[in-house]
């Protein structure tokens, strides 16, 4: 449990970066932007992971929405996970995101905003996202 708490802090962090200017808070650097994302994205595929098995296992599609509305607020701020210069080959650590990201922001925005879109409608069916 310490563990997820830890990551999740690392990811807070990096969601603080792309606020508002704050005097008292250090920049982020690109080496832990990169560790930060890459942890996010493993716990939102074991998060999507234990739907589908909840979901294969016969529960109930409300007893999912907790986990399809994290999913769903990790879209939305997905696209500031990726400011320039984290790309491959841009910092020592490694990573393997697409270069398309860069290349096209406005539509890997777009595929973040659908991603926010269907996790927002399996956590809430029926409600206006």
Same mark, same amino acid.
């Given at each position: 449990?310490?563990?997820?708490?830890?990551?999740?802090?690392?990811?807070?962090?990096?969601?603080?970066?792309?606020?508002? +200017?704050?005097?008292?808070?250090?920049?982020?650097?690109?080496?832990? *932007?990169?560790?930060?994302?890459? %942890?996010?994205?493993? *716990?939102?595929?074991?998060?999507?992971?234990? *739907?589908?098995? %909840?979901?294969?296992?016969?529960?109930?599609?409300?007893?999912?929405?907790?986990?399809?509305?994290?999913?769903?607020?990790?879209?939305?701020?997905?696209?500031?996970?990726? +400011? +320039?210069?984290?790309?491959? #080959? =841009?910092?020592?650590? =490694?990573?393997?995101?697409?270069?398309?990201?860069?290349?096209?922001?406005?539509?890997?925005?777009?595929?973040?905003?659908?991603?926010? =879109?269907?996790? #927002?409608?399996? #956590? $809430?069916? #029926? $409600?206006?996202?």
């Amino acid at each position: 449990m310490s563990k997820v708490l830890m990551l999740s802090s690392v990811v807070l962090a990096g969601f603080a970066a792309f606020g508002s +200017p704050q005097p008292n808070i250090p920049d982020v650097s690109a080496g832990d *932007m990169i560790a930060a994302r890459q %942890a996010s994205l493993d *716990m939102s595929s074991l998060t999507f992971r234990s *739907m589908t098995d %909840a979901m294969k296992s016969g529960r109930d599609a409300k007893s999912q929405a907790y986990p399809a509305a994290a999913l769903a607020k990790w879209a939305r701020v997905l696209p500031g996970m990726f +400011p +320039p210069g984290t790309g491959k #080959g =841009e910092t020592s650590v =490694e990573t393997q995101a697409r270069s398309s990201i860069w290349r096209d922001r406005a539509g890997f925005a777009r595929a973040a905003a659908a991603y926010a =879109e269907a996790a #927002g409608r399996l #956590g $809430c069916p #029926g $409600c206006s996202q």
